[in-house]
Every structure is written in structure tokens, then in C-alpha cells.
């Protein structure tokens, strides 16, 4: 159990380490922007969707399915898009809180019937809860997803011609 603990503790702490890195990588688009070098894209990666800028797909923000951070500031120059990226990390919020909970119940619950060569009720409770709540994150992710696009689309709205 206590090394289940630690685990987590360690996976938490690699992914916030991970994701302030970027976040600390964030850059506002120059005053003299083209489709080419400032529209914004998504990319997925291991922890999340990140959001892209340019040919070059430099990464400026990434919305965490563990640990979301604040993707918004990419969004200031645009008050429509600011508001849904604002939805997206919302809603994230939420999927994130279920899928770290999911976890951690389905691996307390498996850990609990491997250390006690039992599978009593309630570790199967665990177990059932956590598989329960991931299942329940996934459309709430992909709505996150869903909200983030659509702040990506409202943004690149200004080089429209």
C-alpha cells in the first residue's frame, strides 16, 4: 500500500514538473502574425492535447489529462476563444478529477486484493469504483477536447481572408 502511495506521489510530481515546463514556455503571438507562423493547432502528446503555434508546431500550452494547467493566456488576444479555452480547462478539470481518482481507487482496490490474496468486497468496490469513475472521465475528456478545438478555431478566425 505504501508503495502504491509513493507511485503516485511520483507520477504526480513528474507530470506537474512536466507541465510547468510548458507553461513557463508560453509565448504571446507577435504583432505581426500569418496563418503560417501564429495559428494555432492541437497536437495530442502522452499527457494531454497540446496546443501548437505555426509551421513549426512549437508547443505554447498543454491541457493535461492528469493535471490540467491553465491554457487561457494563449487565448487573451480573442475574447470568444479566451472563453472557451477558459471551458475547456473547466470542464478538464472535472475529467482530470475523475480520472485521478479512478486510478487510485482501481489501484488501491487491485493492490489491496494482491496483498491480501483476496478478492473481498472491498476491494472489488475499489476496483468496480475506479474502473466506474475512468469510465465515466472519457466522454468528459473528450468534451475538454471538444471545448478546446473550438477555442482553437475561434482564435485562427482573424486570418481568415
Given at each position: 500500500m505504501l508503495s502504491m502511495l509513493r507511485f503516485s506521489f511520483y507520477a504526480a510530481v513528474i507530470a506537474l514538473a512536466a507541465s510547468?515546463?510548458?507553461?513557463?514556455?508560453?509565448?504571446?503571438?507577435?504583432?505581426?502574425?500569418?496563418?503560417?507562423?501564429?495559428?494555432?493547432?492541437?497536437?495530442?502528446?502522452?499527457?494531454?492535447?497540446?496546443?501548437?503555434r505555426g509551421d513549426s508546431e512549437q508547443r505554447v500550452a498543454t491541457l493535461g489529462f492528469f493535471l490540467p494547467g491553465d491554457v487561457s493566456s494563449v487565448f487573451e488576444g480573442d475574447p470568444e476563444?479566451?472563453?472557451?479555452?477558459?471551458a475547456a480547462v473547466r470542464v478538464r478539470q472535472i475529467g482530470a478529477a475523475l480520472t485521478d481518482g479512478g486510478l487510485l481507487l482501481a489501484a488501491t482496490g487491485i493492490a489491496r486484493a494482491l496483498f491480501r490474496r483476496d478478492w473481498d468486497?472491498?476491494?472489488?468496490?475499489?476496483?468496480?469504483?475506479?474502473?466506474?469513475?475512468?469510465?465515466?472521465?472519457?466522454?468528459?475528456?473528450?468534451?475538454?477536447?471538444?471545448?478546446?478545438s473550438r477555442a482553437v478555431w475561434l482564435y485562427n478566425r482573424r486570418f481568415a481572408r
Open positions: 510547468s515546463s510548458v507553461a513557463a514556455a508560453q509565448r504571446q503571438a507577435p504583432a505581426n502574425c500569418t496563418y503560417q507562423t501564429c495559428a494555432l493547432g492541437l497536437a495530442p502528446v502522452w499527457d494531454g492535447l497540446a496546443v501548437t476563444a479566451l472563453e472557451a479555452a477558459r468486497k472491498l476491494s472489488t468496490a475499489f476496483t468496480i469504483g475506479g474502473a466506474t469513475a475512468l469510465g465515466v472521465s472519457i466522454p468528459v475528456q473528450f468534451a475538454a477536447d471538444g471545448e478546446l
